[in-house]
């Protein structure tokens, strides 16, 4: 998105579509047609309550309705759809502003929700990493929760509480190959990381809030984040793929997620109105945390099992 905010307050991303002269004479018009005086409160006493509770204003709909001239007269034209204050055109259903999306981030919180049950059900609370794993999971579900929210509406608020909350769960899950891999053994070195990664965290989101709300900044952070935790599980994986033979599922979960990632360079408009390349790689997540928690339970008994052996854990 081509979004930015100034001293903390947003200002009006800006793309070709809502350049277009039509566009904004179409919206001047509307609002002030329809958002004033008796006009605006017949379209309050009309407009369902799901739609205010969502937050959706007059001029939220002005802007909608001639979105889709704009567009209409793009095509009629034969030119390709143009983006609006940084997004594709997407058709809205009920409440949601980018269904699909919506849709998807609800069913990866709801996959994430039932593998964390399973896993609490399968594995007993003794295992070294049960805590830690319990709590990436809350992490996870919040940061769908918030997905969500914004793919229903585009806010503010629900903007920064989707990236921010995304981020929280890309360095919690280097904290937990961190645990894994060292600090189950040197319970000091994952204390001093966890500490480093809060303040990495805390720094990141004052940039974002306080500086500049930069999407080049915040997608390079995140990537590197991301190969970080890449290469570190995969290294883990390849030491231990003799003596665990469920390693493979979180070689296979890492590649996968940073694979299916690429997804989001696909950009292009949205099918029917409502599947884009954003919509398509959350889809494509879901099954991902089945194979993922699978290996948390295989992983989780197994230390337990070593640690009641009184066996070296790897």
């Given amino acids: 998105r081509a979004e930015t905010y100034r001293h903390g307050l947003p200002v009006t991303p800006s793309s070709q579509g809502d350049k277009e002269p039509v566009y904004r004479d179409c919206v001047k018009q509307c609002v002030r047609t329809n958002c004033t005086g008796a006009r605006l409160r017949g379209f309050q006493s009309a407009q369902p309550q799901y739609m205010a509770l969502t937050g959706w204003t007059c001029r939220d709909d002005c802007r909608y309705q001639c979105m889709w001239t704009t567009v209409g007269l793009y095509q009629a034209e ?13 058709a809205r259903f009920l409440c949601f502003e980018e269904p699909a999306s ?24 003794q295992s070294p990493m049960y805590h830690t794993i319990n709590a990436f999971s809350l992490v996870s579900l919040n940061a769908w929760f918030w997905s969500t929210v914004f793919h ?20 919690y899950s280097i904290y937990l190959c961190c645990v894994r891999t060292l600090g189950l053994r040197r319970p000091g070195v994952s204390s001093m990381v966890g ?7 805390t720094s990141h989101v004052s940039y974002l809030t306080f500086i500049s709300f930069d999407y080049g900044y915040n997608m390079a952070a995140n990537a590197s984040i991301g190969m970080v935790n890449l290469l570190w599980w995969l290294c883990w994986c390849w030491q231990n793929r003799r003596t665990l ?7 296979l979960v890492v590649l996968l997620l ?3 990632a690429l997804l989001e360079l696909l950009d292009f408009p949205p099918l029917l109105w409502v599947l884009d390349a954003h919509a398509v790689w959350h889809l494509s997540t879901i099954p991902v945390h089945f194979l993922f928690y699978s290996f948390l339970i295989d992983d989780s008994l197994y230390l337990l099992n070593t640690e009641k052996m009184g066996v070296k854990v790897e």
Avoid at 152 to 171: G, N
Wanted: hydrophobic content about 45%.
């Fill in 78 to 90: 034969g030119y390709r759809v143009p983006q609006f204050h940084g997004k594709w055109p997407f």
């Fill in 102 to 125: 919506a849709l998807a981030s609800l069913l990866n919180g709801l996959a994430c929700l039932l593998m964390l049950l399973r896993y609490r059900s399968t594995v007993p609370r």
């Fill in 258 to 260: 940073h694979g299916l």
């Fill in 245 to 251: 033979p469920y390693w493979w599922k979180c070689g």
């Fill in 195 to 201: 500490v480093l990664l809060i303040l990495a965290f």
């Fill in 152 to 171: 229903t509406r585009d806010t503010y608020l629900t903007e920064k509480m989707d990236y921010f909350c995304a981020t929280a769960v890309i360095l």
